[in-house]
């Protein structure tokens, strides 16, 4: 395993700048989130300008790229139509995951597989892989139903958030079942109550959680995935959670 960092993390930067202010708090790899924030890099753009996009993707400096963290804001046919380009740009750019949310509950179970398992033929055909992300709120906020959603959605993977399950009120002990789904995942320091707290400040036992992915054979990143909260230096608080998590891998 190694420590890695999301974009999102510095959200008033876009590429190639976040990169090298991610680089300087010493990271080496990072996760770049495609976002529709009318650059080169949102979806919309991927499919529209696709060299472009892949050039600036390329431009992560002395960065690995371990992962996409992939939301589409189109629907219907120009939602795939996207999701392909970005799998086109994981293929070239050798990204191999791709994470993407799941649908909100109240979502009819097989209508989820079955996009689900549209997303996996299509990434697949590109030799990447996706990760349908933990989330609080969403049909995949349910350990119990994670794993029947990947159960049912051959090659379907997920990007473990421990963070929501616990906002969700789920031991950890309940994530035993998903640990052999895990393609990629996402921390944070967090409490029941609050999914994002300084770091330090929250009761996330990420010793533990690294335990559970050892076992699973994990070998993957843990990518560092918190918005900037307010009043506190967000380099430092980035800094410290990767310092602490390299201590761990």
């Not at 992939?70 to 120009?78: F, L, Q």
């Not at 350990?143 to 958030?161: A, E, H």
């Not at 009761?203 to 533990?208: E, I, K, L, Q, S």
């Amino acid at each position: 395993m190694y420590v890695a960092v999301s974009t999102d993390c510095l959200p008033d930067l876009q590429m190639p700048e976040v990169a090298e202010a991610l680089a300087n708090l010493e990271f080496t790899s990072i996760e770049i989130a495609l976002r529709e924030n009318g650059t080169a890099l949102s979806p919309s753009r991927i499919a529209q300008e696709f060299e472009r996009a892949a050039w600036l993707a390329v431009r992560s400096h002395r960065l690995d790229v371990c992962a996409y963290d992939v939301h589409i804001e189109a629907t219907g046919v120009e939602y795939f139509k996207q999701f392909d380009a970005i799998c086109k740009l994981g293929k070239i750019t050798k990204v191999v995951t791709l994470t993407v949310p799941s649908a909100e509950l109240g979502t009819p179970f097989n209508e989820e597989v079955e996009r689900l398992q549209k997303l996996v033929d299509i990434a697949e055909g590109e030799g990447v892989r996706v990760g349908m992300k933990s989330q609080h709120g969403c049909l995949s906020g349910d350990p119990d139903t994670v794993k029947v959603l990947c159960d049912n959605v051959k090659g379907l993977g997920l990007t473990l958030d421990p963070s929501h399950y616990m906002v969700g009120g789920f031991d950890l002990k309940r994530l035993d079942k998903i640990m052999p789904y895990v393609y990629h995942v996402h921390l944070r320091d967090s409490t029941k109550d609050n999914l994002h707290v300084r770091v330090g400040q929250g009761t996330v036992d990420f010793g533990r959680i690294i335990n559970m992915l050892e076992r699973v054979g994990y070998e993957h990143a843990l990518s560092i995935q918190m918005d900037p909260l307010p009043g506190l230096d967000q380099a430092a608080e980035l800094r410290k959670l990767g310092l602490l998590l390299q201590t761990m891998v």
